[in-house]
């Protein structure tokens, strides 16, 4: 279940609540009047079922609830109560196949903006990455794809081709052309610093670590798996099953690449640099595709539900 509390100006409270009193998905409705001081108005809550949670706040925003008052939501973990099981039997689909548009663009509009913080994990990601390139370890490699923070970004930009907003596309894209290059720099600048005090070898060739020849392979089960793990990581994010989304991160080669670029630099390997760059962009332009199509998907299906639900309350 979902728990809405609202604020509604008073001259708008009798259509916000014949729409809540006609939503068979919508229980626990409380009418406080004039309980709310700014934005004034009236202070209604109510719980919806999360199948039906985006066609209801819809309309909400159809009734300008949320330019004239306030909408806020909670996610009701556990909900013991006969009605919420009846409201959500009501609701079309399944718990954990909906989809909260609202906590989708929320999540990924913070996790696309370019932060302090979303650099300094990318940087460190890639420092892991290259060290577990150097002693060929998968345990860091896998370390180092969990660490990197990318796919925030990436379906940032995703959910904003999906939902036309110009503004976090900006944003995505430039955490993206910022995050990379920086992690790639760095990489560089440690690989410089380790091989001048001789920690690390003299000469570094692909051929001689396994894992750097491996990441530096761009070839139809590169994009492959990074096409399924794409639509994964959307159905994740979208979906009540949040817990595959770690699978996600280490399946998909794009921080090792990134790592791989600057560990090649700094030894002038430029045949494995060529070849890890395009890995890195054949990986990203995958995720890309997978993540828009899977969210058009989605949006699709609740349009078409949106529509259904509009025939369903229209008179006559």
Same mark, same amino acid.
């Given at each position: 279940?979902?728990?809405?509390?609202?604020?509604?100006?008073?001259?708008?409270?009798?259509?916000?609540?014949?729409?809540?009193?006609?939503?068979?998905?919508?229980?626990?409705?409380?009418?406080?009047?004039?309980?709310?001081?700014?934005?004034?108005?009236?202070?209604?809550?109510?719980?919806?079922?999360?199948?039906?949670?985006?066609?209801?706040?819809?309309?909400?925003?159809?009734?300008?609830?949320?330019?004239?008052?306030?909408?806020?939501?909670?996610?009701?973990?556990?909900?013991?109560?006969?009605?919420?099981?009846?409201?959500?039997?009501?609701?079309?689909?399944?718990?954990?196949?909906?989809?909260?548009?609202?906590?989708?663009?929320?999540?990924?509009?913070?996790?696309?903006?370019? +932060?302090? /913080?979303?650099?300094?994990?990318?940087? $460190?990601? =890639?420092?892991?990455? @290259? #060290?577990?390139?150097?002693?060929?370890? !998968?345990?860091?490699?896998?370390?180092?794809?969990?660490?990197?923070?990318?796919?925030?970004?990436?379906?940032?930009?995703?959910?904003?081709?999906?939902?036309?907003?110009?503004?976090?596309?900006?944003?995505?894209?430039?955490?993206?052309?910022?995050?990379?290059?920086?992690?790639?720099?760095?990489?560089?600048?440690?690989?410089?610093?380790?091989?001048?005090?001789?920690?690390?070898?003299?000469?570094?060739?692909?051929?001689?670590?396994?894992?750097?020849?491996?990441?530096?392979?761009?070839?139809?089960?590169?994009?492959?798996?990074?096409?399924?793990?794409?639509?994964?990581?959307?159905? +994740?994010? /979208?979906?009540?099953?949040?817990?595959? $989304?770690? =699978?996600?991160?280490? @399946? #998909?080669?794009?921080?090792?690449?990134? !790592?791989?670029?600057?560990?090649?630099?700094?030894?002038?390997?430029?045949?494995?640099?060529?070849?890890?760059?395009?890995?890195?962009?054949?990986?990203?332009?995958?995720?890309?595709?997978?993540?828009?199509?899977?969210?058009?998907?989605?949006?699709?299906?609740?349009?078409?539900?949106?529509?259904?639900?509009?025939?369903?309350?229209?008179?006559?």
């Amino acid at each position: 279940m979902v728990h809405l509390r609202l604020v509604v100006p008073r001259e708008r409270i009798e259509p916000v609540l014949e729409l809540l009193d006609g939503a068979r998905s919508v229980i626990n409705v409380i009418h406080l009047r004039d309980a709310a001081r700014t934005p004034s108005g009236d202070v209604v809550l109510c719980d919806v079922a999360r199948e039906d949670a985006s066609i209801l706040l819809a309309d909400l925003k159809d009734l300008k609830v949320d330019e004239h008052g306030s909408i806020a939501i909670e996610f009701i973990d556990t909900a013991v109560s006969r009605a919420a099981e009846l409201a959500e039997k009501r609701a079309p689909g399944r718990v954990a196949d909906a989809v909260v548009w609202e906590e989708v663009t929320e999540r990924t509009s913070e996790e696309a903006t370019v +932060s302090v /913080t979303f650099l300094i994990f990318m940087v $460190l990601a =890639g420092l892991i990455a @290259s #060290v577990g390139i150097y002693q060929n370890s !998968a345990i860091l490699i896998v370390g180092a794809m969990v660490v990197g923070p990318e796919f925030g970004p990436i379906a940032g930009f995703c959910v904003a081709v999906v939902q036309r907003r110009t503004g976090l596309a900006v944003v995505s894209l430039t955490a993206l052309l910022i995050g990379f290059p920086l992690t790639i720099g760095a990489v560089a600048l440690s690989s410089l610093i380790l091989k001048a005090t001789s920690i690390t070898p003299d000469a570094f060739t692909a051929t001689s670590h396994s894992l750097s020849n491996s990441i530096a392979h761009p070839d139809f089960f590169a994009a492959f798996v990074a096409f399924c793990a794409g639509i994964a990581g959307m159905l +994740s994010l /979208t979906t009540a099953k949040s817990g595959a $989304l770690v =699978g996600v991160l280490i @399946s #998909v080669t794009t921080i090792p690449a990134a !790592a791989n670029i600057g560990v090649t630099a700094a030894y002038a390997e430029w045949g494995s640099f060529g070849r890890s760059l395009g890995q890195l962009v054949l990986n990203i332009a995958s995720l890309f595709v997978a993540g828009i199509a899977t969210l058009a998907v989605q949006r699709a299906v609740f349009e078409r539900r949106r529509a259904a639900s509009r025939a369903q309350r229209a008179p006559g």
